[in-house]
């Protein structure tokens, strides 16, 4: 196929031809940054949160006015629960993963260091907390009995007003924590320190995700063996045996807590999916809108190229039957326009690279988004091309089909 018939019809219609190149330009530097955020908040929901997500159901307590013995309550309300039909553990814990807010603390390796070596998040939770949250122990152990300790007492020993000194505490790390602490070796066993808390790493856990993206870090977190109580703003997290019956245990369990105590207020009660699904909405919400902004474009794109490549078959009737009348085939007519709307669409795209860096640069300098990978270009040419070519078919084939006869009755 020769082009530079090509070049010299297209230079002959410099407007309707830019027109559709910049159109073109316009949808490749705008869906190669949609796909590339799309990807991103793809990969946000297959994060994993190192617990067994499909397992567990929440509750949350608040009291109604001044609530007395609330630590002995708490542990009324672990020994129901554990009675509910179909629950394997019981804990209770002050956070989870999946969640807007996020309780975090800063871990040193030595005592009066200034600087932090991580800010990690700060879990607590008691007797039972790693086999009901389903944690994968990789190195140490879980904790000891006589390693946990109430909530109350740890604030009375940090403001001095017991005569109890301050212990050094087991501390369970996650994997990307023990790395950043110790690098090149094994964090179990070491001290760290929280404050002026001295804490000892006995275990540490293959996943343990951070409530919330802070810093865009999800891998640093910490597990104290603290009991807390239902007024403290934690919840009580059961793993059940049977994925299945996880709506009659939550409901099983709100019964057996107000059997306990029924002057309480049941803050929520959701499964751990619940929890996932309501974190990750605005990421599902945000795929939606680009991927219909993307879809929108293609199409406004195909009618583009369509209208223009309809448009010049009825302007090159006569041309088209002199070339068939000359001996030119269907294939050959065919052959044309779809050159022709190729290399429309190749110019577009190269203008539409250097868009699609440019407006990538933008985000990154007012959103903070990562740069964009390159391979998402060669992604949105070639989507755009397979476009270019299914939008010129239907006038192609109308062009081809033009009868040699039609150059005599045009004349």
Known sequence: MEIRPILSTLRRHKTAAALIVVEIALACAIICNALFIVSQRWENLQETSGVAEHELV??????????TNPDVITQEDL???????GVTNVAMVNQLPFRRGSNNSSLTIMPDQKIPTLS?????????????????????????????????????????NSNVPLRTMALIVSR???????????????????????LTIVGVVQRLRRPNSFDGDTSYSMLMPL?????????????????????RVLHDAVDALNRVDPNRLVMAQKT???????????????????????LALLLVTALGIIGLASFWVAQRTRQIGVRRALGATRGQILRYFQTENFLLVSAGIVLGMGLAYAINQLLM??????????????????????????????????????????????A
């Open 176 to 198: 990307e924590a023990a790395q950043k602490l110790y690098p090149g070796q094994s964090a179990v066993g070491k001290p760290v320190y929280m404050a002026n808390i001295p």
């Open 227 to 247: 009991r807390q109580n239902y007024t403290n703003g934690g919840f009580y997290v059961l793993r059940v045996g049977d994925p299945a019956q996880r709506g």
């Open 120 to 160: 990690a998040a700060m879990y607590t939770g008691d007797e039972g907390t790693v086999r009901t949250l389903g944690l994968n122990v990789i190195a140490g152990r879980d904790f000891q009995p006589d390693e946990y300790l109430n909530w109350s007492e740890l604030i009375t020993q940090l403001n001095g």
């Open 365 to 410: 300098s007012r959103y903070e988004l990562p740069r964009l990978p390159l391979v998402y270009l060669p992604v949105g040419a070639v989507l755009l091309w397979a476009l270019g070519q299914i939008a010129v078919l239907w006038p192609a084939r109308r062009a081809a089909n033009v009868p040699p006869a039609i150059a005599t009755r045009s």
């Open 58 to 67: 929440t509750v949350s307590l608040s009291g109604v006015g001044k609530q």
């Open 272 to 294: 751990f999916d619940d929890w996932r699904s309501d974190y990750f909405s605005n990421d599902r919400d945000m795929m939606g809108l680009l991927i219909t902004l993307c």
């Open 79 to 85: 020994a129901a629960l554990r009675a509910v039909p």
